[in-house]
């Protein structure tokens, strides 16, 4: 664009320069002597130049529209490869934001395979634990000796009768030891008659036996107590606790509940435990009114009597005194007993 500038300014001139010369060639060189001849001198210049600086502009502006138009189409093309990089960007982030996508979707993917393979570590940590505990139950049942001569003098003065005997000629460790407390404790409390409850009678036992029985009961609290922290449901507490249930003999499950009764062990959580699994559901008991009224619960294979009282802790009640949730699970005879006990109540 410059240069055709430059080169219509440079024929301008040479226009110019060569009519002024053609113009002295032809009439010389002097002013002219009227207004006349100034008028004719301005028309031949004017007739001259004007046509030639017409026709100079006429190619300069034709020159600009060319360079417009080029303008133009290279702004058109510079829009459209504009418009292009725009559509390519789009669909770069496009196909960008479908690769988030599926990586939010692998990653979330990821996190529930981390969770549910830490849900199975946490199940397979419980389970390994758990059954180790419950082998150490076996064993420490293994282990149970009792020998009523050791603290039989103590025992008797403590609850103030002569002596108690054992109904068992075995010396066997494990459940033969279990029977042997057992018999001991039923003949000190008939000792006792009706001074004192069976609970009291456990209580001068645990005071000077628990050094045989009380490493068995922690234990079994403990595994009560994982399987209440561990498991979130109900029902798989249920599943794990009904495991435990069916290792208990009758003899454990009596000497669980008058344990559990003893007011020198905790404050009541254990017992709280064994009526939240229900544990004592299996154990074979004997509930009884006379015509009196009078309740009593007998204790079958071994012997031993309990009162209303006794029984009443293991079984949770709304404000109405209606059952909620019993120790002794569905136990027929206690389950007699409970609408027995809202009938009088009523």
Known sequence: MKWMIILICCLAVAAGISAFLFYIDNFGIGFAQTIGDWGAVGDFFGGVLNPIFAFLSLILIAHTLMQNKKALEQSEQAIQQGTEAIEQNERALQVSNQELALTRNELANSATALEEQAKLLAVQSFETTFFNMLELHGRLLDKFN???????????????????EVFSTSKLPGIDSLNRLISAIQDAHQGVGDKSSIVNVFNAFYLYENRVFGSYFRNLYQILKLIKTSITTYQEQKKYSNILRAQLSNQELTLLLLNCLCSEIDNGQFRKLV????????????????????????????????????????????????????????????????????????
Request: hydrophobic content about 35%; overall charge negative.
């Open 146 to 164: 009792y020998n009523h001569i050791d603290s039989h003098d103590e025992i008797s003065q403590k609850l103030n009768i002569p002596y108690f």
């Open 275 to 346: 009526l939240h699994f229900e544990l004592l559901e299996h154990l074979d008991i004997t509930y009884k009114k006379d015509k009196d009224h009078i309740t009593t619960f007998t204790i079958n294979n071994p012997t031993l009597l309990l009162t209303s009282s006794e029984i009443d802790q293991y079984l949770s009640l709304d404000s109405n005194g209606r059952l909620i949730r019993s120790a002794f699970g569905l136990n027929y005879q206690i389950l007699k007993y409970n609408k027995f006990r809202n009938m009088v109540d009523q």
